[in-house]
């Protein structure tokens, strides 16, 4: 939580960081030693059809250290071991050629989401 709250609303200034979503995902966090570094969420989506990966944050401190792509893979192995097939996720524009790099794809137009550029993107494991 305190991650998440760091990143999206004292970074990035988003208001609604947490929802209903919330209760139902599944959470995973990644630490260094004792030290939580990353953390983000994820669920079945039965409107999307297939698990949605979300709210990926990395601790400002831990950026550029590979710890996103460990966090990411971590979550795709724990969407596998539950029989996952594919994955979609809503990526900040500005950051979408690191999804790219960890295999996925983009698939629509941007979507605004608290007045931040988003595209959903898939990967198929």
């Not at 071991?81 to 594919?86: E, M, P, V």
Request: neutral net charge; hydrophobic residues 35%; aromatic residues 12%.
């Amino acid at each position: 939580e305190a991650i998440r709250k760091s990143v999206f609303m004292k970074e990035q200034g988003f208001k609604d960081e947490f929802d209903e979503t919330d209760r139902l995902a599944r959470h995973v966090l990644l630490f260094k030693g004792d030290i939580p570094v990353a953390t983000c969420r994820f669920f079945f989506s039965e409107e999307r059809a297939c698990y949605v990966i979300g709210r990926i944050a990395v601790s400002k401190e831990f950026r550029g250290k590979r710890y996103g792509e460990k966090l990411l893979q971590g979550a795709e192995r724990a969407v596998s071991d539950l029989g996952g097939k594919r994955i979609e996720l809503s990526a900040q524009c500005r950051v979408t050629e690191f999804y790219k790099k960890q295999g996925y794809t983009e698939l629509e137009d941007v979507h605004m989401d608290e007045d931040c550029p988003h595209i959903w993107m898939r990967k198929e494991m």
